[in-house]
């Protein structure tokens, strides 16, 4: 059971490439949602989504785009990268834990620097 | 103010050792409350929930305060590999309002 799994786990980017992150769960959980993890700060949301078609903006979603086609993928596209968006990326799913209560299952983590 | 705040540390404490770590909140509607545990360069982990009632998983004991608006970890018996990042997390609706805290660094030594 892969759980969450993220690629890439390091990219560099000059400023004004695009790239994508991608992210896939075997859970079939319906819950999954992006964070950026900054020095000094909490995880931040970037957008989530709650089911297959249906996505929505977090706190920081400038300059992020995603699209949830399908239940196990939620790729999260940069359109055009800034140096402000050099950080930590997290995909997490949620659904039922073993106590039945959802739980937040992260990714490994996708560390991007723009140059 | 921030939603969630944590003191950042770190906390240095030997082996064997007792740490409480404190968390407070703005929201006084918040419903649920997490601490998940991050290791360098990790992902963060749920560690455990925290209940109304307080509530212990071995050596660490969660607890809620709501008149207050905090919550505390008590991890007792410090072990290395304890050391960590403890994240205290509220949620205040749907699973898109999970704020998190930026984080509690332990470091145990021996």
């Known amino acids: 059971n892969a759980g969450v799994t993220q690629t890439p786990k390091f990219q560099v980017l000059k400023t004004g490439q695009s790239m994508t992150l991608q992210c896939a769960q075997d859970?079939?959980?319906?819950?999954m949602s992006w964070y950026r993890q900054d020095p000094g700060m909490g995880l931040r949301l970037i957008h989530y989504?709650?089911?297959?078609?249906?996505?929505d903006q977090g706190e920081v979603p400038n300059g992020y785009n995603v699209s949830r086609s399908t239940t196990e993928d939620f790729p999260l596209r940069l359109l055009s990268a800034a140096p402000s968006q050099t950080s930590v990326y997290f995909c997490?799913?949620?659904?039922?834990?073993?106590?039945?209560?959802?739980?937040?299952?992260f990714g490994a983590g996708s560390r991007l620097t723009v140059l | 103010r921030k939603e969630v705040e944590q003191d950042p540390g770190p906390f240095n404490v030997p082996e064997g050792a007792t740490v409480a770590f404190n968390c407070t909140y703005s929201n006084s509607a918040s419903q649920s409350f997490f601490w998940y545990r991050q290791d360098c360069r990790k992902e963060p982990k749920l560690l455990m929930s925290v209940y109304s009632s307080g509530n212990e998983d071995g050596r660490f004991t969660a607890q809620l305060n709501r008149a207050s608006q905090y919550i505390s970890l008590l991890i007792r018996d410090s072990k290395l590999s304890d050391s960590a990042t403890y994240l205290c997390v509220v949620l205040s609706g749907g699973y898109n309002k999970l704020i998190f805290g930026a984080g509690t660094r332990l470091a145990v030594h021996p």
């Open positions: 859970m079939n959980h319906e819950y």
């Open positions: 989504s709650v089911g297959a078609g249906i996505t």
């Open positions: 997490a799913s949620s659904g039922p834990g073993s106590s039945g209560a959802n739980v937040l299952t």
